[in-house]
């Protein structure tokens, strides 16, 4: 019984998954093809499109998975805790100090391999 009802939703979701592209696809092929329209209503119609695939794509199992992912990673940045402006600062301090330095370093590293290639080859 669990087997048969799982090819059947399975199946439904393949329709609605076909409906979806088939959507998206009438969207863009219309938004070209009425391109002497006025961009307003061509926009509304593609919005209008997208809100109706994305409808139809959350009620398939993948799009109620995708829903329920959203709103734990929606609940999970709540629970940051975020730097102040001033420890944001610091840090990017730091990061752009540390940047610096190694570039002076890999500068000097670079000069320094230059002149021993020219002393070995010559030029």
Aim: proline letters at 1%.
């Amino acid at each position: 019984m669990t087997t048969n009802t799982e090819s059947q939703g399975n199946s439904l979701d393949i329709v609605k998954w076909a409906l979806v592209v088939i959507l998206l696809a009438a969207a863009i092929i219309g938004n070209q093809m009425y391109s002497e329209t006025s961009v307003l209503v061509r926009a509304i119609g593609v919005v209008v499109a997208f809100v109706i695939a994305g409808f139809i794509a959350l009620q398939t199992e993948k799009g109620k998975q995708a829903l329920a992912f959203a709103r734990e990673a929606q609940i999970e940045v709540r629970k940051v805790v975020w730097p102040t402006r001033q420890e944001a600062l610091n840090t990017t301090f730091i990061v752009l100090a540390a940047t610096g330095i190694l570039a002076l370093i890999l500068w000097g590293m670079d000069a320094v391999l230059l002149r021993i290639v020219n002393f070995i080859t010559g030029v």
